[in-house]
């Protein structure tokens, strides 16, 4: 069954400091990744998506994919309070509907 | 466009007792998706629809759970005589396409079975 790894299970960053958060998928037929980020209390927003080897930007976000390995990162600079939350990982097959999440990182930046 | 849309948001159940949960999908969106999400288990997926027709409930619990969606702007989620280990917060999903993992997610409702 395809399985979705996150890690850590927790983080503490300070306001203004780098969060990174890591992602393995067990499924070597994977070729899409998703972060998806969820407030307390709210419901998973998509983030950013990645599909090819390599890293992608937007702000402060930024992912990279190695596909040979499976593993995605998604690292957070000039960390702010807002930026709380639980982020979810999630994979997918070429073609296919199932999208599977990953436990989630729970990530807190302090003021 | 006011998002996926589910009713109720709260909802607490007697053991034993039936709980129907609904989901209104972003208009002109063909995928709709059931998940489950607790603490311990994360965000489990159990069923999916596209273009209303049922694709796939392989995550649904057998005996007590199904899906209908008997058209293109409501769907619902019934479970027959809860249990505690139902309790969870039931999200509805909805997507353009169904190959793509942009998913657009309700606030969700969280059942209670007490």
């Known amino acids: 069954q395809q399985k979705v790894q996150q890690s850590p299970e927790s983080l503490i960053v300070p306001e203004g400091g780098m969060a990174s958060l890591n992602c393995t998928s067990s499924d070597r037929n994977v070729d899409y990744f998703w972060w998806y980020r969820q407030h307390s209390g709210k419901s998973p927003k998509m983030l950013m998506?990645?599909?090819?080897?390599g890293e992608k930007e937007e702000g402060r976000f930024t992912v990279h994919l190695n596909k040979a390995s499976l593993h995605t990162s998604l690292h957070i600079r000039d960390s702010q309070p807002s930026d709380s939350a639980l982020y979810l990982c999630a994979a997918s097959r070429t073609g296919g509907y199932k999208v599977v999440f990953g436990s989630g990182t729970r990530l807190l930046v302090s003021p | 466009n006011a998002g996926v849309i589910q009713t109720p948001r709260h909802k607490v159940t007697g053991k034993g007792q039936e709980a129907t949960l609904w989901c209104e999908p972003i208009?002109?969106?063909?995928?709709v998706f059931w998940y489950r999400q607790t603490i311990v288990q994360g965000l489990e997926f159990l069923t999916y629809f596209r273009n209303q027709a049922p694709i796939d409930d392989s995550g649904m619990p057998k005996e007590r759970f199904s899906a209908q969606m008997p058209n293109q702007s409501h769907s619902t989620l019934k479970i027959q005589s809860t249990q505690p280990q139902d309790s969870a917060v039931y999200l509805c999903?909805?997507?353009?396409?169904?190959?793509?993992?942009?998913?657009?997610f309700g606030e969700g409702s969280k059942l209670t079975v007490l």
């Open positions: 998506s990645i599909f090819s080897n």
């Open positions: 208009s002109g969106h063909s995928a």
């Open positions: 999903a909805s997507s353009l396409v169904a190959n793509t993992g942009q998913l657009y």
